[in-house]
Antibody
Framework: QVQLVESGGGVVQPGRSLRLSCAAS????????MHWVRQAPGKGLEWVAF????????DYIDSVKGRFTISRDNSQDTLYLHMNSLRAEDTAVYFC?????????????WGQGTPVTVSS | DIVMTQSPVSLAVTPGEPASISCRSS???????????LDWYLQRPGQSPQHLFY???NRASGVPDRFSGSGSGTDFTLKISTVEAEDVGVYYC?????????FGGGTKVEIK
């Protein structure tokens, strides 16, 4: 079955960087677009970034543009989120999610999430 | 950005009774292809979200048929015909018509 396992979260000081990973299995990873979604403590869901199945198209929420980079390694079935210049407001649980199709926008499967805390 | 507004914010339901959640968008989600780009998700306590519906009324894999999705344009509804204990959690609507994808604020469903 589909499995998405995030890792790389932790506590980091403001202004520093962090790289999140999402290991995928149980489906042909290279055939699906992928997303990152985050959830601040006690808050709702916020879509963060999208990458097409082949990595040629990427999109971000305005608040992370220029600071975050989504990427993927289809040879390793792994999705990444490179986060630079982290701010306190980036504190959240970060989920990776599989697109329902090649690029429908629907999030058919989710990982368990990895927590990121930005604090001095 | 398209703003998604859900109501009510919370809902307490007796098991076996129906429940209904409303989602309204600030812009019509009806595309020229005839589809409404609206999804529903359920996040059970302590769990990651799970997909319930896509394109307004299409059930995701494994979703019981006591759940139904309806609506078009700017007004959408998620209905549970007979609530069960496992249905507790926060329900979110989400639009995928235009970037950025945006979620509603959530509706928390509890059992009386």
């Amino acid at each position: 079955q589909v499995q998405l396992v995030e890792s790389g979260g932790g506590v980091v000081q403001p202004g520093r960087s962090l790289r999140l990973s999402c290991a995928a299995s149980g489906f042909p990873f290279s055939g699906y677009a992928m997303h990152w979604v985050r959830q601040a403590p006690g808050k709702g869901l916020e879509w963060v970034a999208f990458i097409s199945f082949d990595g040629s198209n990427k999109d971000y929420i305005d608040s992370v543009k220029g600071r975050f980079t989504i990427s993927r390694d289809n040879s390793q079935d792994t999705l990444y989120l490179h986060m630079n210049s982290l701010r306190a407001e980036d504190t959240a649980v970060y989920f990776c999610a599989r697109d329902r199709t090649g690029s429908s926008g629907s999030l058919s499967d989710w990982g368990q999430g990895t927590p990121v805390t930005v604090s001095s | 950005d398209i703003v998604m507004t859900q109501s009510p914010v919370s809902l307490a339901v007796t098991p076996g009774e129906p429940a209904s959640i409303s989602c309204r968008s600030s812009k019509s989600l009806l595309h020229s292809d005839g589809y409404n780009y609206l999804d529903w998700y359920l996040q059970r306590p302590g769990q990651s979200p799970q997909h319930l519906f896509y394109l307004a009324f299409n059930r995701a894999s494994g979703v019981p048929d006591r759940f139904s999705g309806s609506g078009s344009g700017t007004d959408f509804t998620l209905k549970i015909s007979t609530v069960e204990a496992e249905d507790v959690g926060v329900y979110y609507c989400m639009q995928t018509l235009q970037t950025p994808t945006t979620f509603g604020g959530g509706t928390k469903v509890e059992i009386k």
